[in-house]
């Protein structure tokens, strides 16, 4: 038995009659607001910290944690890039040593002409939370023909150590200019690079055994492998050390791929395993898909990663990946030997843009419409529904509501002291509660903690275990033991917004509190608040999904008290 929290798309897929996955997808970050996430990735610096791209020009960090409700911007490099439709920055990875030497390294595009440009940072000597925007070193810069099928994925070898970059053939219908089919080119193609040397007047080496590094004409020395349309994300195995590549079809197919030195994928040529434009194509072999399917099925592949996390024990080892158009996520099974076989898993609740992985190999899914980031988790058949905490006369009184239990043991209630967003504590456990063994009408909780001593903030959390001995963790609840003496509202954040932003407000005695929203003409247009409350400090989430981009006001009222603040959503 397991319990799940704000649980956003559950689906059972079935071979037969048989259950082959129960997956869900949870809201991964869900105080957190995401404008177009493209990628998400971790530092590998011990630090667990996640890194999110957003397409228009900025890199957020933020700790891995589901109740973390800020995120600060790592690197900000929205007034040089280009971004809409396929451009912006499309590509993020550390050095295998950044904990070390703090580099990192962006892909992203700029115009006047249309280029796509490989650069190293360095993390901030003072902040570690902050890159040096200054510290840019270009590595390859190459022009765009088009705007799209810039691709911009990179990471490092788990193999080699060498940084693999991924570049689509650069757009347009067909690939009119041949590019990914030129060898001379860096259109279409997985180039390999070693960025810890330096050799010929360029910020990087090439590999000794890269296919064309004795060459002495014009091939490119940088190409790894070639014949690729829009290699839209790919990841490596950490077990395997295979590089998983999803390839975006042009009329028909769309196709996944385990790339290789010096193979060539086919594109023009080919789209899958079937002819597309032919002409001048005399290449001895193109290499097949290990997996394709067609447009009555998608029509853009998403490539995702092969499962190595814990949360979900099925998927361990199964590649997973998407669907752009249909949201569709698919588990691929694949050996090496035996031919792939292929599963759905689920359908996300948005357009499937990227996975990524965090420092634990958990796996995510970043979406457009909505702009959101999931993590995908094992479906639990105790659902807990609520779980709240509130400080009163030196104590906190925690409260919490299952819907169904099975084989419910119990709760170890678990605490911890000081703001984990500075410093990362050890979780003490408080006290058990017994659970109700199996129920399916809703059972009630409460527990009251009177060891508070020595802080103003806690942290808590739920760790529920079954009549087995597994166990799983509840999302953490913050609660501030210091109640407020005066009332209070702040400005939300983010400002301007789309589509979510927060509202923090204190009240210093259980009070009647209603807070309006209105427009510029004083209409009103949503009531946010309106009922006792309490003593204490809150967090509101305003989801401006379904209101129009504009300025307006919020209004604070209790008894004699009232405070005004503006917020502009801009869409």
């Known amino acids: 038995m397991r319990f799940k929290i704000l649980i956003s798309i559950i689906l059972f897929s079935f071979s037969g009659i048989s259950t082959i996955a129960q997956v869900v997808l949870n809201e991964a970050f869900p105080n957190l607001a995401f404008t177009k996430p493209i990628d998400l990735q971790h530092a590998g610096d011990g630090t667990g910290r ?27 490099l929205s007034n040089i890039v280009s971004s809409g439709s396929e451009r912006g920055i499309l590509g993020l990875t550390f050095h295998p040593d ?16 249309n280029r796509s440009r490989i650069s190293k940072f360095s993390v901030s000597s003072i902040n570690p939370d902050s890159a040096d925007e200054n510290s840019e070193v270009n590595l390859i810069t190459f022009n765009q023909p088009y705007t799209s099928h810039n691709s911009g994925w990179m990471s490092f070898s788990t193999n080699d150590g060498y940084l693999y970059i991924a570049s689509g053939d650069g757009g347009s219908v067909g690939d009119p200019d041949d590019n990914s089919q030129d060898v001379t080119t860096f259109l279409g193609n997985i180039l390999r690079i070693d960025v810890d040397n330096q050799a010929n007047g360029k910020q990087y080496a090439i590999p000794a055994d890269n296919p064309f590094v004795d060459s002495t004409g014009n091939e490119l020395k940088e190409i790894f492998a070639w014949g690729l349309r829009n290699p839209w994300r790919n990841s490596f195995d950490p077990n395997t050390g295979w590089l998983w590549n999803a390839d975006v079809g042009q009329s028909n197919q769309e196709e996944v791929n385990i790339i290789e030195k010096g193979k060539n994928y086919g594109w023009r ?11 001048g194509c005399d290449y001895p072999e193109y290499v097949d898909p290990i ?59 948005g357009r499937i843009v990227s996975f990524g992985v965090d420092q634990e190999n958990e796996l995510y899914a970043l979406t457009f419409n ?21 400080y009163r006369n030196n104590e906190v009184i925690l409260n919490w509501k299952t819907a169904t239990e099975v084989n419910n043991y119990g709760f170890e209630v678990q605490r911890q002291a000081g703001n984990r967003e500075l410093t990362v504590g050890k979780w ?29 903030v806690y942290h808590y959390r739920l760790k529920q275990v079954d009549t087995d001995g597994s166990f799983t963790y509840s999302n953490e609840i913050l609660v501030t033991a210091e109640p407020p003496n005066y009332f209070s509202l702040s400005q939300n954040y983010p400002n301007p917004f789309n589509p979510k932003t927060k509202i923090y407000y204190s009240i210093p005695g259980e009070s009647l509190i209603e807070i309006k929203l209105y427009d510029v003409l004083g209409t009103e247009i949503a009531t946010l608040v309106n009922g006792i409350k309490p003593t204490g400090r809150y967090e509101l989430i305003f989801d401006a999904s379904n209101i129009s981009s504009g300025i307006y006001y919020y209004r604070m009222q209790s008894g004699s008290y009232f405070d005004i603040k503006k917020m502009v959503i801009l869409k």
């Open 98 to 113: 950044y904990e070390n030497n703090g580099y990192l390294f962006v892909n992203y595009t700029v115009a006047n002409p």
């Open 50 to 76: 996640i890194f999110v791209v957003e397409q228009e020009g900025y890199i957020k960090v933020f700790p891995n944690s589901s109740s973390v409700t800020s995120a600060k911007i790592f690197l900000d």
């Open 428 to 456: 003490k456990v408080v006290d058990f509660v017994e659970g109700s063994g199996n129920s399916s009408s809703p059972k009630f909780y409460s527990y009251i903690d009177t060891e508070i001593r020595n802080s103003s």
């Open 291 to 349: 997996w394709q399917y067609d447009h009555n099925l998608g029509c853009s592949v998403t490539g995702g990663h092969v499962y190595r996390g814990q949360n979900v024990p099925e998927l361990i080892g199964k590649y997973i990946y998407g669907d752009y158009c249909q949201q569709t996520v698919w588990m691929l099974e694949y050996d090496g030997i035996s031919p792939a076989t292929n599963q759905t898993l689920l359908t996300a609740p």
């Open 370 to 390: 909505p702009y959101n980031i999931y993590i995908f988790a094992k479906v639990l058949p105790v659902e807990l529904v609520s779980f709240s905490g509130q």
């Open 269 to 279: 040529c080919r789209e899958g395993t079937e002819e597309y434009n032919t002409y």
